[in-house]
């Protein structure tokens, strides 16, 4: 199973979700949206700029709240 998350440093919602993987033992590839690049390819991906942003073998699994 691949997992990519598109996170920033500063976002509560971010850390929430990556704990959640990390507590239920879910290897993920962090994507800093804070970079721009990563946060143009997170666009082009899902159409809007909030985040977390993860997806779970190329699908959107959404986000977390």
Do not use: W
Request: proline share 5%; aromatic share 8%; charged share 20%.
């Amino acid at each position: 199973m691949n997992i990519q998350i598109y996170s920033t440093p500063q976002c509560p919602f971010c850390v929430r979700a990556k704990t959640l993987l990390q507590e239920i033992k879910l290897a993920y590839e962090e994507l800093d949206a804070s970079i721009e690049a990563n946060m143009h390819e997170m666009i082009s991906r899902t159409g809007n700029r909030t985040v977390p942003k993860i997806f779970i073998d190329g699908n959107s699994a959404g986000g977390f709240c």
